[in-house]
């Protein structure tokens, strides 16, 4: 994989071209303000403060939050809890959020675009890292806990 490809990079290139198509190509609006302001920033903030917060206890236990990096503690408090990858499930609402504030409809396949492309290049590499590092604890942990909600 390449070291430059981290999903910051896939959350930031998507949610720049989630913009860039709602200004360049003419669509149908599916939500119009007030409601897109009132519905989209909402999820923003949701998926912002569930990312500093999973992130927040990843600086805590000094683990790295890069994918292709090998954990050195299992996270298993907080938002992780109820997902096994929160920061991935904040970058989601996020892109949704911003498409709900957008209207249009274009946008919208970004979100979908962004968790097809973690579950393809990042969460199978990182689930196999945590179980390489974390063993049965893990597994369990797997068992528990569902993979995005």
């Not at 989630?18 to 149908?28: A, D, L, N």
């Amino acid at each position: 994989m390449n070291a430059k490809l981290v999903p910051p990079t896939v959350f930031y290139t998507l949610l720049l071209l989630s913009v860039v198509s709602h200004i360049v190509v003419p669509t149908v609006m599916l939500i119009r303000p007030p409601y897109s302001f009132i519905l989209g920033l909402p999820l923003i903030l949701f998926g912002a403060c569930l990312n500093i917060w999973a992130d927040a206890l990843f600086k805590k236990r000094n683990t790295p939050v890069k994918p292709m990096e090998m954990p050195v503690a299992f996270v298993t408090d907080g938002p992780f809890r109820i997902s096994r990858h929160p920061m991935y499930l904040g970058m989601a609402a996020i892109l949704l959020g911003v498409a709900v504030l957008l209207g249009s409809i274009l946008p919208f396949t970004f979100p979908i675009l962004f968790v097809a492309l973690m579950e393809r290049l990042f969460v199978p590499l990182e689930e196999e890292n945590l179980e390489r590092a974390f063993g049965d604890d893990y597994r369990a942990y797997k068992q528990r806990v569902r993979r995005w909600i």
